[in-house]
């Protein structure tokens, strides 16, 4: 009598069905409080192929990978080989190492201290608002996967945020990382984009609102030339001084520094680093 191969429950599956059982028998805790939200935090006005960011997303409807995009606001390491893919590879027990860019998550946090510019504020001054109805393909961990953390959750077993309360974290490193697995429609999956009152009558306005989600406003990112120059350890003088440069009417605010990205003048890496005093020492209340 011949034998029957026994058939591994994975070999049907899909990328994202393989990452999200891993994470999840890497994970303990309690299920997650259902009106928490993910946000995703962006520079709505960096250039993306020609068009600023907001307007690309606009015309395609969907919020996009770093693997798809190849830009980001954190490291550009999303390629074969780099180090976002070796996380990916790692913390999702290389579920997607054979998968096309579009399958691979989008990357966010989760809003547990309920600020109104997003969770991860360090990654962009606006952010993406998703529906109570993603959490349950999302996985978490903590600290950011940069650091090759070995603490995860999901929506069911949820213990980061206790792990993330007690750390004692700079206010741009505090946050629980989100992974956002399968596609992020801007129809249905988000409940609002929410911006600074910068951008108010400009094209990242006229972009928002040919987004089929609602648009909001946080109370606005704003840092005097006075205040930037109190934290010159915080990132560099260097970059105190560019900040300083860079400030109209000695302000800094997120308008400013993305005419400053735009005009390919300066230094992205640099141009980060300013904005990081921004995030940290003008946010709003």
């Avoid at 993603?134 to 945020?161: H, K, N, Q, W």
Wanted: some cysteine; charged content about 25%; aromatic content about 8%.
């Amino acid at each position: 009598m011949g034998h029957t191969a026994r058939m591994n429950p994975d070999d049907h599956a899909s990328p994202r069905e393989r990452a999200l059982r891993h994470v999840a028998s890497l994970s303990e805790g309690t299920p997650l409080d259902p009106s928490l939200r993910v946000t995703l935090n962006f520079h709505p006005d960096r250039l993306l192929a020609g068009r600023i960011v907001l307007a690309a997303m606009a015309g395609d409807g969907v919020y996009l990978s770093q693997f798809v995009t190849g830009t980001g606001n954190g490291g550009l390491t999303a390629f074969p080989g780099g180090d976002r893919w070796r996380w990916e590879s790692r913390i999702f027990g290389g579920a997607y190492d054979e998968a096309p860019p579009h399958e691979r998550p989008v990357y966010g946090a989760l809003n547990f201290r309920h600020r109104t510019t997003g969770a991860a504020p360090r990654f962009g001054s606006a952010h993406l608002r998703l529906a109570a109805t993603v959490l349950a393909r999302t996985t978490f961990c903590y600290p950011d996967s940069f650091f090759e953390p070995s603490a995860f959750g999901t929506a069911e077993r949820m213990s980061l945020i206790k792990l993330a309360a007690a750390d004692d974290q700079d206010v741009l490193d505090d946050y629980v990382e989100a992974q956002v697995h399968g596609p992020v429609l801007l129809a249905g999956h988000v409940e609002a984009v929410v911006l600074d009152p910068s951008h108010r009558g400009t094209e990242v306005e006229e972009a928002a609102r040919l987004l089929p989600c609602p648009v909001e406003w946080h109370a606005g990112f704003r840092l005097t030339v006075e205040e930037l120059r109190r934290h010159p350890d915080y990132r560099g003088p260097e970059h105190v001084e560019l900040g300083a440069r860079l400030a109209v009417d000695s302000l800094l605010d997120p308008r400013v520094l993305g005419e400053a990205a735009r005009s390919g003048r300066h230094d992205p890496q640099a141009l980060k680093k300013v904005w990081h005093y921004v995030a940290r020492f003008g946010a709003p209340g």
